[in-house]
């Protein structure tokens, strides 16, 4: 098995970390948990959800949350985990009384369904506005100086939709040639497109997530944004030694060898147990197979690559605390 090689000092380095994945991947769950990890050892991280589903607060199992930055978690070392639920007319109703002191004829403008009508008029702006609030709380800072929080993770869109998300380049182009907002974009554009920024890719050791994966690393290089990690879920321990593996997937294993091994052991089974021993046998290593070349696959992007463990008894909140203990241990900092 392949050694993954954790977390690098460029990543230790980022400040805003987007978490994206083939849905069915997990993505949620790992973005709640770097979010755990990253405020070991006293910091403040900020969790950010875009897309409306209330992950965050099904995985930390909370009440939904508000569009209000609130605290969801206490880390290891006294880090704290802050959670935002981002509105999109919340905040376009934000842009209206902070750029044009508009509040009440924002508030107008949503009875009327006129917000609506804008986001559908210019597509871009949405995004725009999500990621400029997202720019907003990466750049908050205290009296003192200091940022408001030390890292931010955004629960972003699925792998075949992110690169569409952060390319707000392109949405610049429905939006107006000057003004608040334009210029709030381009800011934007700086940040998505720094060193404080990259875009985690969560996958599954399965052809398709691995195809995405890929697929959507050479998207992110197109577009000059920063792919972060690779963090591989559901790993699932081999409980065939390596080099047995391409014999037993070829459906070569010796029955006789493993009676012998089950009688030494003080266990006699009856031949129909057997067989469904060897069955399982040869779909375990067929499948540790397959595994070993989706890790080969996504060798090829070149990228630090994280492992996560398969949870027997499913995701709570315990679990988060779990996987982010396994992110740590692999150098996320």
Known sequence: MTTPAGWTDELARTRLHFVTGKGGTGKTTLAASLGLALASHGRRVLLIEVEGRQGFAQVFDTEPLPYAEQRIAAAPGGGEVRALHIDVEAALLEYFEMFYNLGFAGRT????????????????LRDVLLTGKIKECVGRTESDGRHTYDAVVVDAPPTGRVVKFLDVTKALTDLAKTGPIRAQAEGVVRLLHSGETAVHLVTLLEEM?????????????????????????????????????????DGRVDASRVRSGLASAGL?????????????????????????????????SDLPTLEL???????DVAALYELAEALVEQGVR
């Open 109 to 124: 403008l949503r009875r009327m369904g006129a917000i609506e009508f804008a986001t559908t008029l210019a597509p871009g």
């Open 209 to 249: 997530p691995v195809r995405e994966t890929l697929d959507a690393v050479a998207e992110l290089d197109g577009a000059d944004l920063r792919p972060g990690a690779v963090l591989i879920n559901r790993v699932r321990p081999p409980r065939l030694p390596a080099r047995s593996v391409p014999a037993a997937a």
């Open 309 to 315: 463990p398969d949870l027997n008894g499913g995701v």
């Open 268 to 300: 006699e089974l009856p031949e129909s147990t057997l067989d469904g021993l060897v069955e399982e046998t040869v779909e375990h290593a067929i499948r540790l197979a397959a595994e070993q070349r989706a890790r080969e696959q996504l060798s090829e």
